[in-house]
């Protein structure tokens, strides 16, 4: 299952809503993850099962979707948001990542 | 609480084998399901291998032929071997886990392997 992210860059101004999109090449239900990776660190998980807020994580990221399309969310980018974001599939193996999108805080 | 502390990485030579360890602490290694991912430098993240509770195991296409995954129960520790290693096996390595949901929500730092002569 390849999973095809978009933008792969996007620049954006503190406050901005910035969302950021996965698509599947076949369907995966809501067996989907977003993290966050911040230079030199290891991803973070910010959202499982499509739409479910991982604990810890602030109520401004948001995730939706099912079956082929899925988007992740920033209400309102705050600075500590800057990285790159992944979409992970989990409906079945081999297990994959989208291509990543780098966001940068203008 | 639960930790993963991967170490093993550094310089081997193309062709060369290396062998990672994934050290656990908080939970038991062999009732998990653990997954390793790399990260070639500048790049995305690639899922490698899959060790579901300390049995069944999927390999990525692109090391499958070349990798071995084993759990010491004695030390808590998942392993995993390569070998045939190419430039392009060169990333971060990490392990992660699935504690409080059945997504990867526990990432280790990442240990870096680097093939060259």
């Known amino acids: 299952i390849q999973l095809t992210q978009s933008p792969s860059f996007l620049s954006a101004s503190i406050g901005d809503r910035v969302t950021i999109s996965c698509r599947a090449s076949?369907?995966?239900?809501?067996?989907l993850a977003w993290f966050q990776q911040k230079p030199g660190k290891a991803p973070k998980l910010l959202i499982y099962?499509?739409?479910t807020l991982q604990s810890g994580v602030p109520s401004r990221f948001s995730g939706s979707g099912f079956g082929t399309e899925f988007t992740l969310t920033i209400s309102t980018l705050q600075p500590e948001d800057f990285g790159s974001y992944y979409c992970?599939?989990?409906?079945?193996?081999?297990?994959?990542f989208g291509g990543g999108t780098k966001v940068e805080i203008k | 609480e639960v930790l993963l502390l991967e170490s093993g990485g550094g310089m081997v030579q193309p062709g060369g084998s290396v062998r990672l360890s994934c050290a656990a602490s908080?939970?038991?290694?062999?009732?998990?399901?653990l997954i390793w991912v790399r990260q070639a430098p500048g790049k995305g993240l690639e899922w490698v291998t899959v060790?579901?509770?300390?049995?069944?195991?999927y390999h990525g296409d692109s090391m499958k032929d070349r990798l071995t995954t084993f759990i010491d129960n004695s030390k808590n520790t998942l392993y995993l071997h390569m070998s045939s290693l190419r430039a392009e096996d060169s990333a971060v390595y990490y392990c992660?886990?699935?504690?409080?949901?059945?997504?990867?929500?526990?990432w280790g730092q990442g240990t870096l392997v680097t093939v060259s002569s």
């Open positions: 992970q599939q989990l409906m079945s193996y081999p297990l994959t």
């Open positions: 099962a499509a739409s």
């Open positions: 908080g939970f038991t290694v062999s009732k998990k399901t």
């Open positions: 992660a886990t699935s504690i409080l949901t059945d997504y990867y929500d526990y």
């Open positions: 076949q369907g995966i239900s809501t067996y």
């Open positions: 060790i579901q509770n300390g049995g069944r195991t």
